[in-house]
């Protein structure tokens, strides 16, 4: 699967204008700076989130629903579904990201965006329209996810969107692609190694991500801000010690960056998946159908491979899925 420019959404608000904006902050992560040449929206405008928000209190993740068999042809939704309706506006609206190196991200030479997750949006765009360039990419950050949702401001949301309960409450999710484990971006030569080498010195994190849950309950000092892009370089100014998400994103950044290494154990795992609203199951059972053909074909794991052999000590491999009905 490789990445192409997308186009303009017919169906949703002005809100998405068709700019070639860059993540300001993330530019000098990318190589430079990203070039121009495929619309991205901007992100929905509204206030900022704080912390993680918790819509109702809840013990248990549910799982998706099944795919219905076999998937419809590329280019004949059936009538009244919510595919038909995507179909008919021209373009998937896809929630991304385009700051996180190998995941999501802005290709300072094509313009493009790129990485596993843009793959993953560019199958489910040429299940429904035989095209994966069809797609209006919306960037959005990390507490904006489910309210792009909510708002009917994105189709789907695939970025780094970790499952967890509390999300479930407005947000149904595909059966999970890909494991990730929660660690450490440090500098070289900081002497720090694990949680507890800290010392009550800062660790930053996205700002309502269940990483800013999980160092909360550590007990650690933390700061957060809208992208880790930006806490990398709060860190490259000495004003945090080390910057905390998933593996799979500090991978992209250890990578962009010679003088920071990943360390640490596991300190949470999680199962990203694609986000869609609670009241189109028909679009969840479509996505999990195109997720079952990735792995059947292989090409979900060969996707994986490609982006983080030598990345990782261990490439992540597909999660099997599990559905509820």
Known sequence: ??????????????????????????????????????????????????????????????????????????????????????????????????????????????????????????RIAAAIFGDPERVQYVVLNIADRAAALERNQVDVVVNSFTVTCARQQVVEFSAPYLPASQRLLVPLGSGIREVEDLGGRTVCTSRGSTTEVELRKLGLQVETLPGIPDCVLEMQRGRVAAVSSDDVILAGLAAQDPNTRVVGRALDTSRYAVGMRPDEPDLVRFVNGVLEAARADGSLAANFRYWYTGRLDAVPQPLPPVYRD
């Open 1 to 122: 699967m490789t990445t192409a420019p997308a186009g303009v959404s017919a169906r949703r608000p002005a809100i998405y204008l068709a700019v070639g904006a860059v993540l300001a902050l993330g530019a000098a992560l990318l190589s430079g700076g990203a070039a121009t040449g495929e619309p991205v929206a901007p992100p929905p405008a509204g206030p900022q989130a704080g912390a993680p928000a918790q819509p109702a209190a809840c013990t248990e993740e549910r799982e998706s629903l099944r795919p219905r068999d076999p998937l419809p042809a590329p280019g004949s939704m059936p009538a009244g579904s919510t595919m038909a309706a995507i179909a008919a506006q021209g373009r998937l609206v896809a929630g991304v990201d385009q700051g996180k190196f190998l995941a999501g991200y802005r290709d300072p030479l094509a313009g493009t965006l790129k990485g596993s997750d843009i793959d993953i949006v560019r």
